[in-house]
């Protein structure tokens, strides 16, 4: 099984930019297993349901919500175990808690994720 650990997120001012992390750990077997599945990045914010916002391909293909494209930018780093999350101008709409799975998601791998905040 993998543990997925996200971080970086924070409270920013509208227009501002964050870069969130995912880092995956757990056996070779299971790292492997994810490495070669899409993973996404997801949020909630409260009393929303949960969406999906981008997500990767291993070979780095991407795909990304209506609402965020051009401004969020995702990557990973296979040799790493880590995908990564790069937000632009920010708004107050992108406040949420972010989190990382893979897609579709896996219940057992939802971690604490990190909240974002945007706010003057």
């Known amino acids: 099984q993998v543990q997925l650990v996200e971080s970086g997120g924070g409270l920013v001012q509208p227009g501002g930019s964050l870069r969130l992390s995912c880092a995956a750990s757990g056996s070779a077997l299971s790292l492997a297993a994810f490495s070669t599945n899409d993973t996404g990045w997801y949020r909630q914010a409260p009393g929303q349901k949960g969406e999906l916002v981008a997500r990767?391909?291993?070979?780095?293909?991407?795909i990304y919500a209506e609402h965020v494209k051009g401004r969020f930018t995702i990557s990973r780093d296979n040799a790493k175990n880590t995908v990564y999350l790069q937000m632009n101008s920010l708004t107050p709409e992108d406040t949420a808690v972010y989190y990382c799975n893979e897609v579709p998601p896996r219940p057992q791998y939802w971690g604490q994720g990190t909240q974002v905040t945007v706010s003057s």
């Open positions: 990767i391909s291993r070979d780095g293909t991407t």
